[in-house]
């Protein structure tokens, strides 16, 4: 057990490392900075007017079943965007239809609108370079359950616009501080297989490793404790020898003999510990326990003086 409670404390111990450095970057680092936001400005205020929008009435007949209505502004024009199923979050795949509200008809969001959403956005130095389509669930936008376009700009931060492909939203801006912070977080949360969370089942997984972790380090601290205890508790004799009294102490079922030969201290045996030669005399405190051997070996003057056979006296 011991082994495996190293290995695996070596894996806790360096996600702990990862864990600790990420959250102190996040304490020290500067949230403005991060945030992906240098070159986004806010939409400008609308200069269509209501009075150059068309009937919405058959437009809930025509697009059939719809939810709900809304009057959108993409990049300066206006929508209506028919919802026809309900969403309880805006990145949850949606089915919509996007009606230009000034002509009345339906369009899609394609490379040009995106574009243009993009642009409106944006207030940076850079024109766009480059637009490409990206799929739900994509690498950059992994809890984005629409499909979506990356629209990038060629300015001095990188900067990278995502906007909705079925209702044209703008998903946000993104550029290399906001891409570090989002490396960042993917280490925090152990998100490694890229879900863009932290409830995910190698979370779970380390989870419950952490717990064996610390519940086998509990047993191994039992354990040494009892040993310990049992150390605590062990034997303490005195012998008396010629050159005074000497302090011995003796683990449980241990004799004194063991003792001594664990010490290097001399002591006479010609049978091994088996209580049968009565050579391994020593002397103890009188009080010590008399064993049927060491009666037949020792005279009582001797017993009563404190010699015992040392194979014969124990550490419990
Ligand atoms: S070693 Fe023989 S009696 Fe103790």
């Known amino acids: 057990m011991m082994r495996w409670h190293k290995w695996a404390a070596l894996a806790v111990g360096l996600q702990m490392m990862v864990w600790i450095g990420t959250g102190l970057y996040f ?24 009075t150059q929008l068309v009937d919405p009435t058959p437009l809930l007949e025509q697009y059939a079943p719809v939810i709900r209505l809304t009057l959108v502004d993409r990049a300066g024009h ?14 949850q795949a949606q089915t919509l239809t996007l009606v230009d509200a000034i002509r009345g008809d339906a369009v899609t969001v394609d490379r040009a609108m995106a574009s243009a959403v993009a642009r409106a956005s944006y207030r940076g130095p850079g024109a766009v370079s480059e637009i490409t389509a990206l799929p739900p669930h994509s690498a950059e936008l992994p809890k984005e359950e629409n499909p979506a376009w990356r629209v990038a700009f060629a300015d001095d931060l990188a900067t990278v616009v995502f906007v909705e492909a ?8 993104q550029n290399r501080h906001s891409r570090e912070a989002a490396l960042m977080l993917k280490l925090h949360f152990m998100d490694y297989a890229n879900t863009g969370g932290f409830n995910h089942p190698l979370m779970w997984t380390f989870a419950l490793f952490s717990l064996a972790l610390s519940l086998s380090g509990l047993t191994l601290l039992i354990r040494r404790l009892g040993s310990n205890l049992s150390h605590w508790r062990a034997r303490r004799v005195t012998l008396h020898t010629p050159a005074g009294a000497q302090k ?7 004799s004194v003999l063991e003792g001594m030969q664990r010490e290097g201290l001399a ?20 009080g010590s326990p008399i064993s049927a051997a060491e009666q037949r070996f020792l005279s009582q003057r001797h017993l009563e003086q404190g010699w015992r056979l040392a194979c014969q006296q124990y550490g419990d």
């Open 27 to 50: 304490n020290l680092v500067d949230h403005q900075r991060i945030g992906g936001h240098q070159y986004h400005q806010q939409a400008a205020e609308p200069t269509w007017s209501l």
């Open 166 to 173: 079925r209702s044209g939203r703008l998903i946000g801006h």
């Open 267 to 286: 002591v006479r045996s010609e049978c091994g510990g088996g209580g049968s030669c009565g050579r391994c005399r020593i002397r103890l405190e009188p």
């Open 78 to 91: 206006p929508y209506y965007q028919l919802e026809h199923q309900r969403q309880l979050y805006r990145r």
């Open 248 to 254: 011995l102490r003796l683990a449980p079922r241990q």
